[in-house]
């Protein structure tokens, strides 16, 4: 735990939650399932000071490295939980996420390189504007304990060989039946939620019928896992991932091979496409062995295979997450390949976005109504990254055209597909041409900034403001708009603390509760909060000691007079904003009471409890 979360939250946030009088309930929140959902759901619960029970029929967390690109506003939900710079430890770094390549082999001639992850020239001044976070690659076998480890030093109880059998709710609570599956002990634990983060079979999604749109198993990739030192190949050119466009890798809709980094330059994944109609591929040891070795141009490769395994293309989202008591988030309600590496990412955010809501109804600060806007706002999120997930790797198609291999006498080789594209003829410039345009295209994939960081949301938890609807100003896929319009996520900018230390607007507001920004001027909405005298508000004045802004990067975001205010919610969404200055307490009040009413689904016409 990080040395200031307990300043941060709150100490009467952080009690023992075991004092609770209401004896009716075991614990506050039953989560099924310790993958990113489940696990960034614990440690914010837990943060938050309630009572979290979180169960896996596994004995282990992650066991493979699956989920790795990790994106800034990803990284954003580990700041706020204080974990970031643990996670920073285990996570290759941002600049070593590099180049991704596309080339015959590793040890072969290259096709093309493109700059990834924003690390290029063009694209990092955009990451660094954008978040006080950088990307970070952290394998899932990584995450998971740094999740399930924190969540339990703060307070959460984690049982493993624990099989969730089913539940019942009711108006008041959900009983959920497990299973310890060392004694064969059957037991009912009772909750007020539950939380189903149970993955891509999803059995609680099931009884609760949500509908889930879309396809499974439109191909087939198998993977394999191994040991090999590579580095004479990718240290001078690292990356993360690398492209193979061979003969022997050329089947499906991406048509390449991969060799995806997990650890450089030792751990490695390598995958390629079967048609799965024809049922499960050949991953002898023979077989794959010689099959690694052509992706790394290297026929002596001394390699150790870790592990094989197949996996399937699902194109399928959920239309809604939540039935009464009981929500769904993660693989449970979003299905997708790994391409434009949004999988946990959005998983941990589904988490973020739940765990406050709970908070809130849980210690009677909101009413029920707060919970259903979890699926409203979560809902078209997963829908979108579905889409991008698979359109990334139908976006693979125009690449691959460039590098035709036929060799014209029933063969397909690498020199015919070289020589066609470095031919000195119109017939050359025009392929080259085309190339140029197809790795442009790949943007969408591995440079899709806006995609990470520009989500909106409309909700009851949300007030508009009257402004007219957003334009964006360039391709909402590919760049940010930073915006403090309620709905958006609040712009980061450097502020300056008490002690001259630069931090960021992400690091005064959040951290479990309601933050109003105002500026110098805007004393009133001061006096109204110290009126309102609210457990889960804070102030932020921008100006005053703790909260400078020398560079005035603030009064350049804010869109706001400084004599405005917006309201931040916990996840660090704008929900609500007053434009214009307002000068009178009273009427400051009146606005920041109506606000905070209708985003809470209660009234604070009586004093909120401090449970």
Known sequence: ????????????????????????????????????????????LASYGVRTMMVSQWSWLANTPRAHITNQRAVEVLRDLGVEEEAQRY???????????????????????????????????????????????????????????????????VSFSTKYLGHAQDEHGVTVRLLNRNSGQEYSVRARYLIGADGAKSKIAEEIGLEIVGHTARAGTAYVRFHA?????????????HWIMNPSAAFGEIGMGLLRCVRP??????????????????????????????LVGDPSLELEIEGVSTWYVNQQHALSMSK???????????????????GSNTCMQDAFNLAWKLAFAIKGYAGPALLETYSTERVPVGAQIVARANQSRLDYAPLRDCFNTDAGDGTRTVEAGLARLRA???????????????????NYEFNAHGVELNQRYASAAVVPDGTPEEKFERDPQLHVQSTTRPGAKLPHAWLVDASGRRVSTLDVTGHGKFSLVTGLSGQAWKQAAERLNLPFLRTVVVGESGYEDPYAYWAKTRETEEAGALLVRPDGYVAWRQLSSVWEADEAEAQLREALESILATSLRHPVPAR
């Open 229 to 241: 030192d590579l580095s004479r190949y990718v240290e001078h050119r690292p990356s993360i991932l």
């Open 91 to 157: 996570a290759v770094p941002w600049e070593q996420m590099g180049d991704t390549l596309f080339t015959t082999s590793l040890a072969g001639p290259e096709i093309a390189r493109l700059q990834t992850w924003g690390t290029g020239d063009a694209r990092s001044g955009e990451y660094v504007q954008a978040s006080p976070c950088t990307m970070l690659d952290i394998p899932q076998t990584y995450m998971e304990p740094l999740l399930v480890k924190n969540a339990a030093e703060r307070g959460a109880k």
């Open 324 to 342: 009464g008591r009981v929500f769904c988030g993660g693989d449970a309600t979003h299905r997708h390949p790994p391409s434009s590496g949004l």
């Open 265 to 294: 330059w030792n751990e490695w994944i390598a995958g390629w496409g079967f048609d799965k109609d024809a049922g499960e591929p050949d991953l002898s040891i023979d077989t794959v062995t010689a099959q690694i070795r052509t």
């Open 424 to 442: 000195t003829t119109a017939e050359g410039a025009e392929l080259r041409e085309r190339l140029s345009k197809a790795l442009e295209l790949k």
């Open 1 to 44: 735990m990080s040395s200031n979360f307990t300043d941060i939250v709150g100490a009467a946030d952080l009690r023992d939650r075991e004092a609770d009088p209401d004896t009716a309930y075991d614990t506050d929140v039953v989560i099924v399932g310790t993958g990113p959902t489940g696990g960034t759901a614990a440690l914010a």
